[in-house]
């Protein structure tokens, strides 16, 4: 039943290393979108994609590489993993990308060692 | 975020009324939304308001909206325990992303 999941909910790895989160809606919507979270729970988008196509990618370092298979999954693969990359990492998703309201999945949180 | 501004905490009595505020940038805003989270969650859409509307009220809760000073508050009826969790004000930029406040973290105490 839940509408936008995320796997892993907890991902603790050593830095260096590659690691991927997934994302799954069953909403039907269109667009969906990465949020990192910081230590403050300052939010800031990452990428989002409309029915399989970027359309943000906010200046974020090229060892995030989001992939969209189909508009129903958005996952994130993240290269060469830094002490800076621990966040928690949102998903969410939208009907379209036209001002609807985005409906959130409940993160995966990234502990770099 | 830099163009949404909220205080960052905020202590209430059990039953009574919390009011949290936030400052926003952008005028072309079309959507203004709050979002809830609780501890070790994800963010929860409370309520959203349409920016050619002044006031929205959903049960308990009540959004207040000043387009001229960008100013939006969320007001809680009847502040339960079940109230304290993080509260976040979004804005959206360019009608096709998010910009969000820091968070309000409200506590409600017996």
């Known amino acids: 039943d839940t509408a936008v999941s995320q796997t892993p909910k907890y991902l603790v790895t050593q830095m260096g290393n590659d690691k991927s989160i997934k994302c799954e809606q069953n909403?039907?919507?269109?667009?969906m979108y990465w949020y990192k979270q910081d230590s403050k729970k300052f939010l800031k988008i990452m990428f989002s994609y409309n029915n399989k196509e970027l359309i943000i990618n906010e200046t974020v370092p090229n060892r995030f590489s989001p992939k969209s298979p189909d508009k129903a999954h958005l996952n994130l693969h993240i290269n060469s993993l830094e002490l800076g990359d621990s966040a928690v990492y949102f998903c969410?998703?939208?009907?379209?990308?036209?001002?609807?309201?985005?409906?959130f999945g409940d993160g995966t949180r990234l502990s770099i060692l | 975020g830099e163009d949404v501004e909220q205080s960052l905490f905020l202590s209430v009595r059990e039953g009574d009324s919390s009011v949290i505020n936030c400052t926003y940038t952008?005028?072309?805003?079309?959507?203004l939304y709050w979002y809830k989270q609780e501890p070790g969650a994800g963010l929860q859409l409370l309520t959203y308001i349409f920016s050619n509307m002044d006031m929205k009220q959903d049960q308990r809760l009540t959004v207040l909206l000043n387009k001229k000073d960008k100013h939006l508050s969320l007001r809680i009826a009847d502040t339960q325990t079940g109230d304290s969790a993080i509260y976040f004000c979004a804005e959206s930029i360019n009608d096709y992303k998010l910009s969000f406040g820091a968070g309000t973290t409200v506590t409600v105490r017996a």
């Open positions: 909403l039907g919507h269109d667009t």
């Open positions: 952008d005028s072309s805003s079309t959507y």
């Open positions: 969410a998703s939208s009907p379209n990308y036209s001002n609807q309201p985005q409906h």
